[in-house]
């Protein structure tokens, strides 16, 4: 038994999640190509998230099987040109184009696929992060993608095999540190790929997350929704309300049987004021909860941020003993060092000095140097 519970630990495939990825108003801006079969817009977005974790400063390209076997997609479908009234919603009057070079020979391809064209939707829409100021709630609005290249592998027999770079911009690179939840990739893509079937689990995520806040706070470990919620989240359009109850739950049935590491318990609950039982109460099981923990990952990832945050302040010539407080300078939105801080701390400046910190950090937490000496590859940390 401790063999296979070591086996497990081992083979995680734990991976963080921007939450702002989970809110409903930035549901809208993520489903403008939902004909490709699915979430490829938030799914482009989690790939890619995990992907830069594996080198901040370095460049990882991946190819279209790359990500259909990351992300649970079939690559004859992301390959499907889009029709011109498609290409006129997403792209409007411009007509983009991938321009190389091979053989001294110019060649120009069409943006025009589902996952291309995802790609570049992205690159022209924000994602909103609510905070608090005053008392108010603001919304900020951050880019997603800073770039992305294309480039053809040559090398390949039919020469037309083409390689990804996604550049997540430096805001949402930063909430990979501040502002994340954790999901697990085997489970989110054996699910069938139906935009309301994924979405709902970036809610699980969510929910773990809050419940394990709730259990250091002393409070019942539980997350309630009502049935209408949860039917505008499925897109169930049904009047009777017993009719649109049965429905739910056999959409929370369908899912819930396609999960392993994320299966919720479900009851129905009757609310203060509520006539029926018309409330879902969700819970997790204890291994459920332990499973989604990073370890000595969160502790290398959370030690390296503040390293992070006291060798900029060092830079800004204050001293050791006065970093507390500047604190608050650093928190999203409002923070007076927030945005020029994120700035620094993803781009290739003192990039040694940022590659000192992790090494110094990772070998204090896990007794030993890095595999790589000069790649800060956060992603494939294993708990002791």
Known sequence: MAKMMAESEQYKELSRVPRTLSEPYNGDNLDLLIESGGTIMHDIIIFAANTQMKDLFGETWFSMEDFCTVMG????????????????????????????????????????????????????NTLSVAYNVNGATRYKFIPILESFDIKDNFGTKKKTKRMYKVNLSKEL?????TGYNLIDLKDYRNLPNKRSYRKFYLNLSKMIFLIKHKIQAGQEPEFTMTVDELARHFDINIANNHDRKKKVVTTLNAINKNLTQTRFEYEFVKRENEKWAYSIKFRFSEETLKYFDEKAKAIITSKYYEGLKDAFLKKKGVQVYETYKYKDCFVFGSGNFNEEFTEWAYSDADKELKTEIYRNIYINVMKMPPKENYTINMADIRPR
């Open 173 to 177: 690179k930063n909430l990979m540190f």
């Open 73 to 124: 997609y079939e690559r004859t479908k992301l390959q499907r040109k889009l029709t011109e009234e498609q290409k006129a919603k997403t792209f409007g009057a411009i007509k983009p184009v991938y321009k190389t070079e091979y053989a001294g020979e110019q060649i120009e391809h069409p943006i025009e696929t589902f996952f291309e064209s995802a790609l570049f939707s992205l690159g022209k």
